[in-house]
Every structure is written in C-alpha cells, then in structure tokens.
Antibody
Framework: EVQLLESGGDLVQPGGSLRLSCAAS????????MNWVRQAPGKGLEWVST????????YYADSVKGRFTISRDNSKNTIYLQMNSLRAEDTAVYYC??????????WGQGTLVTVSS | DIVMTQTPLSLSVTPGQPASISCKSS???????????LYWYLQKPGQSPQILIY???KRFSGVPERFSGSGSGTDFTLKISRVEADDVGIYYC?????????FGGGTKVEIK
C-alpha cells in the first residue's frame, strides 16, 4: 500500500524558514517523480514543485522560485521542501504527491504551514 | 501559463440525478505525442485530492463507472451519471501538458 506522510509544518514568522518532509512507502521510490502541491485556506490547488526520480531535475512554480528548494534522499524514501524567505501568501496545506507518468496518483494528508507574525 | 477555467462554481444535485462540470483551457492540451493531458480530481471534505479521470476520459483504477470525462482541445466535461451522497466535494480539472501544472478553480458539488 502506497503511503505518503508529510511533516514539518509549523507557524513561522514572515521572512523565516521551514523544511517540510514527506516519507514514502509501498512503491519503488526512486522510480517516480515526486511533487509538492499546496492549498491556501479555503482556496484551490496550486502546484509548487517537482523532482525527478533520481533527483537531478527540479522544477518550480514562479511564485516560489528562488525561495524554495525541493530535494530527495532515495536511501530514506523521503523528499524535502526547504522554504526560505516565507511570506504570508505561502500559508497553506502542503501536500506531497507521487506522480506516475503525468498523473498525481497518490497524495499525502498534508502539513499546514502558517506564516504570520 | 495555461489558465484552466471551471464552471459552475457550485452545483446542488438531487441524489440519482446527473451532474456536469465544464473545464476550459486557455491553450490546447493536445500534446505532440497525440495525448491530451487533462485530468479530473475530487477533494472530498477533509481529505486530500484523489484522481478520477486522466487523459480526458480514462477512469483511474477503482473509480465508479458513473464518472465519465469527455472533450478535446480546450473544452472538457466531467459527467456524473447518477450522483450519490459519496460524490460530494470539490472537483478540480488540471492540465499536465506543460509546466507550470495548473488547476481549475474548482466546482463544489453538494447534495440537495
């Protein structure tokens, strides 16, 4: 059974940093792209970032480019999202999602990031 | 960026009746490989999104037959043939033809 478990969400001040983690199990982790998708309170879904199976290719939404860094450790079946220079508009539930081809086929339960003073 | 526009914003449906959601993209989602990268997701209350339909009309594993997708190019439709109580939630279309991946604003489906 595929499982994705996010952690690391917290309350952080504007300008601060946070690192999210997503631990995966139930599939051959290194064979799949992994993604972060976020959802601001009461709002829709926004793609944030993608990392290739080997970790050599990364992609970002313009809204986070230069501030967020996605990475993965295939020995630990875990992906990370390092978030720097956080802004109020980054407040959201952050979902980790596995991608099979171009389908987000499995999603975690999400972790809440709140940016506020 | 490809803009995805969904209508209506919300839908109230009597159980057993059909429902239809429209999604329009600002550019064609037909890729050079001949596939059209349009997806439908459902986010049930308090849950993470789940995939329903991929590549316009293909039902994901385990998705009931009452869900169907159709369309081409820039115009797409999700239909529920007979709505059940378990179908409540917010439906999102999404394009995966190019980065950035973009979602529609969502359609909230409620039961009357």
């Amino acid at each position: 059974e595929v499982q994705l478990l996010e952690s690391g969400g917290d309350l952080v001040q504007p300008g601060g940093s946070l690192r999210l983690s997503c631990a995966a199990s139930g599939f051959t982790f290194s064979s799949y792209e992994m993604n972060w998708v976020r959802q601001a309170p009461g709002k829709g879904l926004e793609w944030v970032s993608t990392i290739s199976g080997g970790g050599s290719n990364t992609y970002y939404a313009d809204s986070v480019k230069g501030r967020f860094t996605i990475s993965r450790d295939n020995s630990k079946n875990t992906i990370y999202l390092q978030m720097n220079s956080l802004r109020a508009e980054d407040t959201a539930v952050y979902y980790c999602a596995k991608r099979d081809g171009r389908i987000f086929d499995y999603w975690g339960q999400g972790t809440l990031v709140t940016v506020s003073s | 960026d490809i803009v995805m526009t969904q209508t209506p914003l919300s839908l109230s449906v009597t159980p057993g009746q059909p429902a239809s959601i429209s999604c329009k993209s600002s550019q064609s989602l037909l890729d050079s490989d001949g596939k059209t990268y349009l997806y439908w997701y459902l986010q049930k209350p308090g849950q993470s999104p789940q995939i329903l339909i991929y590549e316009v009309s293909k039902r994901f594993s385990g998705v009931p037959e009452r869900f169907s997708g159709s369309g081409s190019g820039t115009d797409f439709t999700l239909k529920i043939s007979r709505v059940e109580a378990d179908d409540v939630g917010i439906y999102y279309c999404m394009q995966s033809r190019e980065l950035p991946l973009t979602f529609g604003g969502g359609t909230k489906v409620e039961i009357k």
